[in-house]
Protein backbone atom coordinates (compact mmCIF):
# COMPACT_ATOMS: atom_id res chain seq x y z
CA UNK A 1 0.00 0.00 0.00
CA UNK A 2 1.27 3.25 -0.36
CA UNK A 3 -0.01 7.08 -0.72
CA UNK A 4 -0.30 9.89 -3.23
CA UNK A 5 -0.29 13.33 -3.37
CA UNK A 6 -2.51 15.53 -6.27
CA UNK A 7 -0.90 19.08 -6.30
CA UNK A 8 -2.76 21.28 -9.19
CA UNK A 9 -1.31 24.47 -10.37
CA UNK A 10 -4.19 26.26 -10.98
CA UNK A 11 -3.94 27.59 -14.78
CA UNK A 12 -0.44 26.29 -15.03
CA UNK A 13 -0.52 25.20 -18.83
CA UNK A 14 2.04 24.31 -20.76
CA UNK A 15 0.76 25.14 -24.61
CA UNK A 16 -2.97 25.43 -26.32
CA UNK A 17 -4.56 21.95 -26.52
CA UNK A 18 -5.29 20.74 -30.34
CA UNK A 19 -8.71 22.44 -30.44
CA UNK A 20 -7.84 25.30 -29.12
CA UNK A 21 -9.01 27.41 -32.19
CA UNK A 22 -12.74 26.75 -31.38
CA UNK A 23 -12.42 28.63 -28.05
CA UNK A 24 -10.22 31.46 -29.48
CA UNK A 25 -7.20 30.68 -27.65
CA UNK A 26 -4.76 29.04 -30.57
CA UNK A 27 -1.12 30.34 -28.97
CA UNK A 28 -1.79 30.21 -26.14
CA UNK A 29 0.58 29.36 -23.72
CA UNK A 30 0.87 30.19 -19.66
CA UNK A 31 4.24 28.51 -19.07
CA UNK A 32 5.77 29.72 -22.70
CA UNK A 33 4.64 33.04 -22.49
CA UNK A 34 5.30 33.67 -19.15
CA UNK A 35 8.94 32.49 -19.41
CA UNK A 36 9.29 35.57 -22.41
CA UNK A 37 8.19 38.11 -20.49
CA UNK A 38 10.33 37.38 -17.75
CA UNK A 39 13.30 39.08 -19.24
CA UNK A 40 16.49 41.54 -18.08
CA UNK A 41 14.43 44.46 -19.88
CA UNK A 42 12.96 47.19 -17.97
CA UNK A 43 10.88 45.95 -15.08
CA UNK A 44 8.41 48.91 -15.36
CA UNK A 45 7.09 48.08 -18.54
CA UNK A 46 3.81 46.51 -18.19
CA UNK A 47 3.74 42.65 -18.64
CA UNK A 48 7.45 42.27 -18.38
CA UNK A 49 9.78 41.15 -15.23
CA UNK A 50 13.16 41.69 -14.87
CA UNK A 51 15.17 38.64 -14.43
CA UNK A 52 14.90 35.39 -15.95
CA UNK A 53 12.50 33.02 -14.95
CA UNK A 54 14.12 30.11 -12.28
CA UNK A 55 12.12 26.80 -11.80
CA UNK A 56 14.94 24.86 -10.80
CA UNK A 57 13.28 21.96 -9.41
CA UNK A 58 10.34 22.00 -11.87
CA UNK A 59 12.69 21.48 -14.11
CA UNK A 60 14.50 18.98 -12.21
CA UNK A 61 10.96 16.95 -12.78
CA UNK A 62 11.07 17.68 -16.05
CA UNK A 63 8.90 20.86 -16.94
CA UNK A 64 10.52 21.85 -19.66
CA UNK A 65 10.35 18.21 -21.44
CA UNK A 66 6.49 18.60 -20.31
CA UNK A 67 5.77 21.50 -22.44
CA UNK A 68 8.36 19.77 -25.52
CA UNK A 69 5.75 17.15 -25.40
CA UNK A 70 2.56 19.61 -25.59
CA UNK A 71 4.56 21.04 -28.50
CA UNK A 72 4.86 17.85 -30.34
CA UNK A 73 8.29 17.10 -29.92
CA UNK A 74 10.68 14.82 -28.49
CA UNK A 75 12.99 15.99 -25.62
CA UNK A 76 15.89 14.42 -24.50
CA UNK A 77 15.90 12.66 -21.25
CA UNK A 78 18.64 14.89 -19.97
CA UNK A 79 20.94 13.79 -17.05
CA UNK A 80 19.50 15.12 -13.62
CA UNK A 81 16.24 14.27 -13.90
CA UNK A 82 13.96 12.93 -11.75
CA UNK A 83 10.26 10.97 -11.27
CA UNK A 84 8.57 11.19 -14.89
CA UNK A 85 7.69 13.89 -17.62
CA UNK A 86 4.24 14.42 -19.55
CA UNK A 87 0.97 16.54 -20.42
CA UNK A 88 -2.14 15.66 -21.26
CA UNK A 89 -5.25 17.54 -23.05
CA UNK A 90 -8.82 17.13 -22.20
CA UNK A 91 -11.88 15.75 -23.76
CA UNK A 92 -13.98 17.72 -21.59
CA UNK A 93 -16.15 20.64 -23.37
CA UNK A 94 -15.27 23.33 -21.39
CA UNK A 95 -12.23 25.00 -20.08
CA UNK A 96 -13.28 25.13 -16.24
CA UNK A 97 -12.18 24.35 -13.10
CA UNK A 98 -14.94 21.78 -12.58
CA UNK A 99 -14.57 20.08 -15.69
CA UNK A 100 -10.73 20.38 -15.32
CA UNK A 101 -10.75 18.27 -11.78
CA UNK A 102 -13.51 16.05 -12.61
CA UNK A 103 -11.34 14.84 -15.41
CA UNK A 104 -8.06 14.29 -13.51
CA UNK A 105 -10.39 12.43 -11.10
CA UNK A 106 -11.67 10.33 -14.10
CA UNK A 107 -14.94 11.93 -14.62
CA UNK A 108 -14.99 13.91 -18.00
CA UNK A 109 -17.46 16.47 -18.41
CA UNK A 110 -18.34 15.26 -22.24
CA UNK A 111 -22.09 17.38 -21.70
CA UNK A 112 -22.39 21.13 -21.58
CA UNK A 113 -22.41 23.26 -18.76
CA UNK A 114 -24.80 26.20 -18.70
CA UNK A 115 -23.44 29.93 -19.79
CA UNK A 116 -24.65 33.08 -19.51
CA UNK A 117 -23.09 34.78 -22.69
CA UNK A 118 -24.39 38.24 -22.89
CA UNK A 119 -21.91 40.58 -21.81
CA UNK A 120 -24.38 43.03 -19.78
CA UNK A 121 -27.22 42.19 -18.69
CA UNK A 122 -25.85 38.58 -18.49
CA UNK A 123 -28.91 36.88 -16.88
CA UNK A 124 -32.54 36.33 -17.19
CA UNK A 125 -34.48 38.94 -15.80
CA UNK A 126 -37.02 35.96 -14.33
CA UNK A 127 -33.83 34.77 -12.79
CA UNK A 128 -33.26 37.83 -10.86
CA UNK A 129 -36.83 38.62 -10.16
CA UNK A 130 -36.56 35.01 -8.28
CA UNK A 131 -33.85 36.13 -6.49
CA UNK A 132 -34.49 39.66 -5.14
CA UNK A 133 -37.96 38.14 -3.95
CA UNK A 134 -36.53 35.07 -2.25
CA UNK A 135 -33.62 36.68 -0.12
CA UNK A 136 -35.29 39.90 0.04
CA UNK A 137 -33.12 41.86 -1.53
CA UNK A 138 -33.15 45.66 -2.14
CA UNK A 139 -32.10 44.95 -5.91
CA UNK A 140 -28.69 43.63 -7.67
CA UNK A 141 -26.03 45.45 -9.04
CA UNK A 142 -23.55 44.19 -11.79
CA UNK A 143 -25.89 41.50 -13.79
CA UNK A 144 -22.31 41.36 -16.67
CA UNK A 145 -19.68 39.62 -17.59
CA UNK A 146 -16.45 41.49 -15.07
CA UNK A 147 -13.08 40.88 -13.25
CA UNK A 148 -13.73 39.72 -9.69
CA UNK A 149 -11.53 43.06 -8.60
CA UNK A 150 -12.80 45.00 -10.95
CA UNK A 151 -16.03 44.97 -11.03
CA UNK A 152 -15.86 45.17 -6.48
CA UNK A 153 -13.65 48.61 -7.54
CA UNK A 154 -16.00 49.77 -9.72
CA UNK A 155 -19.23 48.55 -7.40
CA UNK A 156 -17.87 48.53 -4.16
CA UNK A 157 -18.72 52.11 -2.78
CA UNK A 158 -22.16 51.74 -3.78
CA UNK A 159 -22.87 48.60 -2.66
CA UNK A 160 -22.50 49.29 0.60
CA UNK A 161 -24.63 52.37 0.56
CA UNK A 162 -27.27 50.54 -1.20
CA UNK A 163 -26.71 46.84 0.50
CA UNK A 164 -27.01 45.46 -2.90
CA UNK A 165 -24.90 42.58 -3.63
CA UNK A 166 -22.94 42.53 -6.75
CA UNK A 167 -23.71 39.40 -9.68
CA UNK A 168 -20.94 38.84 -12.57
CA UNK A 169 -20.25 35.97 -14.69
CA UNK A 170 -17.57 35.20 -16.79
CA UNK A 171 -16.75 32.84 -19.97
CA UNK A 172 -17.03 30.17 -17.43
CA UNK A 173 -20.27 28.51 -16.16
CA UNK A 174 -20.72 30.13 -12.77
CA UNK A 175 -22.98 32.89 -11.43
CA UNK A 176 -20.53 35.13 -9.04
CA UNK A 177 -22.45 37.00 -6.22
CA UNK A 178 -19.63 39.87 -4.17
CA UNK A 179 -20.23 41.33 -1.18
CA UNK A 180 -19.15 43.19 1.67
CA UNK A 181 -17.93 40.59 4.40
CA UNK A 182 -19.38 43.64 7.01
CA UNK A 183 -21.57 45.74 5.61
CA UNK A 184 -23.55 43.14 4.00
CA UNK A 185 -22.70 40.28 6.10
CA UNK A 186 -20.80 37.04 5.48
CA UNK A 187 -23.26 34.78 6.91
CA UNK A 188 -26.24 36.73 4.78
CA UNK A 189 -23.83 35.93 1.63
CA UNK A 190 -23.53 32.19 1.78
CA UNK A 191 -27.26 32.17 2.59
CA UNK A 192 -27.57 33.95 -0.46
CA UNK A 193 -25.37 31.28 -2.52
CA UNK A 194 -27.45 28.77 -1.37
CA UNK A 195 -30.40 30.43 -2.52
CA UNK A 196 -29.11 31.40 -5.72
CA UNK A 197 -27.61 27.35 -6.25
CA UNK A 198 -31.07 26.05 -5.80
CA UNK A 199 -32.27 28.53 -8.54
CA UNK A 200 -29.79 27.91 -11.24
CA UNK A 201 -29.91 24.25 -11.13
CA UNK A 202 -32.53 24.85 -13.98
CA UNK A 203 -30.01 26.78 -16.01
CA UNK A 204 -27.13 23.82 -15.31
CA UNK A 205 -24.47 26.13 -13.91
CA UNK A 206 -21.70 24.70 -12.67
CA UNK A 207 -20.54 27.02 -9.75
CA UNK A 208 -22.14 29.65 -7.39
CA UNK A 209 -19.23 31.47 -6.09
CA UNK A 210 -18.80 34.13 -2.94
CA UNK A 211 -16.94 36.37 -2.82
CA UNK A 212 -16.83 38.35 -0.35
CA UNK A 213 -14.09 41.43 0.40
CA UNK A 214 -13.53 43.97 2.92
CA UNK A 215 -12.44 47.79 3.14
CA UNK A 216 -14.46 50.77 2.74
CA UNK A 217 -13.17 52.61 -0.62
CA UNK A 218 -12.40 51.55 -3.99
CA UNK A 219 -8.44 51.79 -3.38
CA UNK A 220 -8.48 49.73 -0.28
CA UNK A 221 -10.98 46.78 -1.19
CA UNK A 222 -9.81 43.41 -1.15
CA UNK A 223 -11.11 40.13 -1.59
CA UNK A 224 -10.93 37.61 1.52
CA UNK A 225 -9.89 34.18 1.93
CA UNK A 226 -13.59 33.51 3.17
CA UNK A 227 -14.86 32.73 -0.69
CA UNK A 228 -16.80 29.49 -0.92
CA UNK A 229 -17.93 27.48 -3.99
CA UNK A 230 -21.42 26.12 -4.50
CA UNK A 231 -20.86 23.48 -7.41
CA UNK A 232 -22.85 21.14 -8.59
CA UNK A 233 -22.16 17.59 -7.48
CA UNK A 234 -20.37 14.73 -9.60
CA UNK A 235 -22.48 13.23 -12.12
CA UNK A 236 -20.80 9.89 -11.24
CA UNK A 237 -18.44 8.40 -9.81
CA UNK A 238 -14.57 9.89 -9.29
CA UNK A 239 -11.12 8.71 -8.53
CA UNK A 240 -11.92 10.24 -4.68
CA UNK A 241 -15.08 7.99 -4.20
CA UNK A 242 -12.76 4.88 -4.82
CA UNK A 243 -10.53 5.98 -2.46
CA UNK A 244 -12.59 5.65 -0.25
CA UNK A 245 -14.47 2.66 -1.32
CA UNK A 246 -11.08 0.86 -0.85
CA UNK A 247 -10.59 1.73 2.48
CA UNK A 248 -8.43 4.68 2.13
CA UNK A 249 -9.21 8.68 3.05
CA UNK A 250 -9.28 11.76 0.91
CA UNK A 251 -7.46 14.82 2.09
CA UNK A 252 -9.36 17.74 0.52
CA UNK A 253 -7.56 20.91 0.51
CA UNK A 254 -7.88 24.57 -0.23
CA UNK A 255 -10.98 24.56 -2.66
CA UNK A 256 -11.08 20.55 -3.61
CA UNK A 257 -14.12 19.83 -1.13
CA UNK A 258 -16.28 22.82 -3.02
CA UNK A 259 -14.96 21.67 -6.38
CA UNK A 260 -16.70 18.02 -5.87
CA UNK A 261 -19.44 19.26 -3.87
CA UNK A 262 -17.75 17.61 -0.86
CA UNK A 263 -18.38 13.97 -2.49
CA UNK A 264 -16.04 11.72 -2.24
CA UNK A 265 -14.28 13.86 0.76
CA UNK A 266 -13.50 12.28 4.52
CA UNK A 267 -11.47 15.50 5.56
CA UNK A 268 -11.26 19.18 4.50
CA UNK A 269 -8.44 21.16 5.22
CA UNK A 270 -9.10 24.97 4.59
CA UNK A 271 -6.35 27.35 3.68
CA UNK A 272 -5.27 30.84 1.59
CA UNK A 273 -2.00 31.32 0.14
CA UNK A 274 0.49 28.78 -1.45
CA UNK A 275 2.39 28.88 1.62
CA UNK A 276 -0.21 28.13 3.92
CA UNK A 277 -2.13 25.69 1.16
CA UNK A 278 1.58 23.88 1.18
CA UNK A 279 1.55 23.94 4.81
CA UNK A 280 -1.72 22.23 5.19
CA UNK A 281 -0.65 19.86 2.80
CA UNK A 282 2.40 18.53 4.89
CA UNK A 283 -0.14 18.53 8.08
CA UNK A 284 -2.37 16.43 5.90
CA UNK A 285 0.76 14.22 5.17
CA UNK A 286 1.24 13.66 8.83
CA UNK A 287 -1.90 12.25 9.29
CA UNK A 288 -2.53 10.43 6.47
CA UNK A 289 -2.00 6.58 5.99
CA UNK A 290 -1.80 3.89 3.80
CA UNK A 291 -3.52 4.18 0.73
CA UNK A 292 -4.77 7.90 1.20
CA UNK A 293 -4.68 10.82 -1.58
CA UNK A 294 -4.02 14.27 -0.35
CA UNK A 295 -5.76 16.36 -3.30
CA UNK A 296 -4.51 20.18 -3.16
CA UNK A 297 -4.97 23.26 -5.23
CA UNK A 298 -2.84 26.04 -5.49
CA UNK A 299 -5.73 29.02 -6.35
CA UNK A 300 -3.46 31.92 -6.30
CA UNK A 301 -2.37 31.19 -9.90
CA UNK A 302 -5.66 31.42 -11.63
CA UNK A 303 -7.11 34.14 -8.84
CA UNK A 304 -4.56 36.56 -8.36
CA UNK A 305 -2.17 36.01 -11.61
CA UNK A 306 -3.93 35.09 -14.48
CA UNK A 307 -7.63 36.21 -13.80
CA UNK A 308 -5.66 39.78 -13.18
CA UNK A 309 -3.42 39.43 -16.30
CA UNK A 310 -0.56 39.76 -13.93
CA UNK A 311 2.69 38.32 -15.67
CA UNK A 312 4.93 39.54 -13.22
CA UNK A 313 2.68 38.43 -10.30
CA UNK A 314 2.25 34.84 -11.71
CA UNK A 315 5.97 34.48 -12.21
CA UNK A 316 6.67 35.11 -9.02
CA UNK A 317 4.38 32.54 -7.34
CA UNK A 318 5.71 29.70 -9.79
CA UNK A 319 9.21 30.42 -8.40
CA UNK A 320 7.66 30.72 -4.79
CA UNK A 321 5.84 27.40 -5.48
CA UNK A 322 9.65 25.87 -7.00
CA UNK A 323 11.44 26.24 -3.15
CA UNK A 324 7.87 25.00 -1.15
CA UNK A 325 7.87 22.03 -3.53
CA UNK A 326 11.40 20.94 -2.97
CA UNK A 327 11.07 22.08 0.41
CA UNK A 328 7.60 19.47 1.03
CA UNK A 329 9.99 16.94 -1.62
CA UNK A 330 12.08 16.21 1.49
CA UNK A 331 9.21 15.21 3.58
CA UNK A 332 8.45 11.79 0.98
CA UNK A 333 8.17 8.77 2.83
CA UNK A 334 9.27 5.75 0.80
CA UNK A 335 6.16 4.80 -1.23
CA UNK A 336 4.52 8.28 -1.54
CA UNK A 337 3.97 9.26 -5.18
CA UNK A 338 3.24 13.46 -6.11
CA UNK A 339 1.79 14.28 -9.25
CA UNK A 340 2.06 17.81 -10.15
CA UNK A 341 -0.63 18.80 -13.12
CA UNK A 342 -3.10 21.97 -13.73
CA UNK A 343 -6.99 21.53 -14.71
CA UNK A 344 -6.83 24.38 -17.62
CA UNK A 345 -4.48 27.13 -18.54
CA UNK A 346 -4.64 31.37 -17.61
CA UNK A 347 -2.35 32.97 -19.67
CA UNK A 348 -1.23 36.48 -18.10
CA UNK A 349 -0.28 37.58 -21.27
CA UNK A 350 -3.41 36.78 -22.87
CA UNK A 351 -6.80 38.97 -24.25
CA UNK A 352 -9.39 38.83 -21.77
CA UNK A 353 -9.36 37.55 -18.47
CA UNK A 354 -10.43 33.89 -18.58
CA UNK A 355 -8.85 30.79 -18.99
CA UNK A 356 -7.27 29.41 -21.88
CA UNK A 357 -7.83 25.95 -23.46
CA UNK A 358 -4.30 24.66 -22.85
CA UNK A 359 -3.01 21.22 -22.21
CA UNK A 360 -1.39 20.70 -18.83
CA UNK A 361 1.62 19.39 -17.37
CA UNK A 362 1.40 16.05 -15.51
CA UNK A 363 5.17 15.24 -13.16
CA UNK A 364 4.95 12.07 -11.25
CA UNK A 365 7.49 11.74 -8.79
CA UNK A 366 8.30 10.29 -5.21
CA UNK A 367 11.66 8.42 -4.05
CA UNK A 368 10.50 4.93 -5.72
CA UNK A 369 9.30 6.30 -9.34
CA UNK A 370 10.83 5.30 -12.12
CA UNK A 371 13.07 7.95 -14.43
CA UNK A 372 11.16 8.02 -17.61
CA UNK A 373 9.01 9.82 -20.21
CA UNK A 374 5.62 9.94 -19.43
CA UNK A 375 4.09 10.80 -22.23
CA UNK A 376 1.67 12.83 -24.03
CA UNK A 377 -2.00 11.82 -23.32
CA UNK A 378 -5.45 12.71 -24.74
CA UNK A 379 -7.39 13.19 -21.48
CA UNK A 380 -6.52 14.32 -18.57
CA UNK A 381 -8.31 10.86 -17.45
CA UNK A 382 -4.78 9.29 -18.02
CA UNK A 383 -4.19 11.58 -14.13
CA UNK A 384 -6.76 8.88 -12.01
CA UNK A 385 -5.23 5.80 -13.96
CA UNK A 386 -2.05 6.51 -12.95
CA UNK A 387 -3.05 7.29 -9.11
CA UNK A 388 -4.87 4.28 -9.20
CA UNK A 389 -2.67 1.74 -10.22
CA UNK A 390 -0.26 3.49 -7.29
CA UNK A 391 -2.75 3.32 -4.89
CA UNK A 392 -3.84 -0.61 -6.15
CA UNK A 393 -7.76 0.29 -6.38
CA UNK A 394 -10.04 -1.92 -6.90
Not at 343 to 359: A, C, L, M, V
Amino acid sequence: MARCFLLVMDSFGVGHAPDAAAFGDEGANTYANIRKGCSSGNADIPGVRSGTLKLPFLQKLGLKQAALLAAGKSPRALPGLKGQWGCAATISTGKDTISGHWEMAGLPVEFDWGYFTQLENSFPPALIKELIKTASLPGILGNCHASGTGIISALGEKHISSGKPIFYTSSDSVFQIAAHEEHFGLDKLYALCEIARTLLDPYNIGRVIARPFVGETAADFKRTANRRDYAVPPTGKTLLDRVIENGGAVHAVGKISDIFAHQGVTHTIKASGHEALMAATATAAQNANDGDLIFTNFVDFDMLFGHQRDLPGYANALEEFDLLLQDFANQLQADDMVVITADHGNDPSWQGFDHTREQVPVLVFGPQIIVKEYGAHPSFSVIADTISQHLSLR
